[in-house]
């Protein structure tokens, strides 16, 4: 019984650890421990790649905040959310979906409401949204990192992203 218990447990580690296919594209990501970011992800040859440029949030939470506060836009949490929508619709102007992002970069600026440090919980609370959710499942590779400043002094997010055509 304890072979038979190590032969299926083995079995399992296996399967966590195969590869999972997006959609008809041929991508490949690789996730194995099922984490809402992918170790890596294989576009095959021939796949046609888009790059975004980095974006910013648009939406304004704050009209009575001063525009070139962090205030106006919200924090990084509700700026995550508002660049996410942004890429979404320009990639929906492309006939693209995020489903198809298969890289992104996050660029964080400190927010001055936690002493200057990223946060990197709020932008999670958002990512999470979009990517590795049971409608929308797969995920992307993904670096995370902070940066002395953005565009502007109200900006807490810059994201940017690659994204394959199906």
Same mark, same amino acid.
């Given at each position: 019984?304890?072979?038979?218990? $190590? /032969?299926a447990?083995l +079995?399992? /580690?296996?399967l966590?650890?195969v590869p ?5 594209? +041929? ?12 170790s890596?992800v ?5 796949? /046609?790649?888009v790059?975004l440029s980095?974006k910013?949030s648009?939406? *304004? *939470? @704050?009209?009575?905040?001063p525009?070139d506060?962090?205030a106006s ?13 942004v890429?979404?619709a ?7 979906g995020?489903?198809d992002?298969?890289k992104? /970069?996050?660029?964080?600026a +400190?927010?001055?409401?936690k +002493?200057?440090?990223? @946060? ?11 990517f590795g $959710?049971?409608?929308?499942p797969?995920?992307?590779a993904?670096?995370?990192v902070? *940066?002395a400043?953005?565009?502007?002094p109200?900006?807490?997010v810059?994201?940017?992203v690659?994204?394959v055509?199906?």
């Amino acid at each position: 019984m304890k072979k038979l218990l $190590t /032969t299926a447990a083995l +079995g399992a /580690t296996l399967l966590a650890a195969v590869p999972a296919l997006a959609g008809d594209k +041929g991508v490949v990501i690789y996730n194995p421990k099922k984490a809402p970011i992918a170790s890596a992800v294989e576009v095959p040859a021939g796949k /046609t790649l888009v790059f975004l440029s980095g974006k910013l949030s648009q939406d *304004v *939470v @704050d009209p009575k905040a001063p525009k070139d506060s962090p205030a106006s836009l919200g924090d990084t949490e509700t700026q995550t959310l508002g660049t996410l929508k942004v890429i979404e619709a320009d990639l929906k102007s492309m006939g693209l979906g995020m489903k198809d992002v298969v890289k992104m /970069t996050v660029f964080l600026a +400190g927010d001055p409401a936690k +002493g200057g440090k990223l @946060d990197f919980g709020g932008m999670m609370k958002s990512y999470t949204k979009f990517f590795g $959710t049971p409608e929308q499942p797969n995920v992307p590779a993904r670096s995370t990192v902070q *940066v002395a400043a953005l565009a502007g002094p109200q900006f807490l997010v810059e994201i940017e992203v690659m994204a394959v055509r199906p």
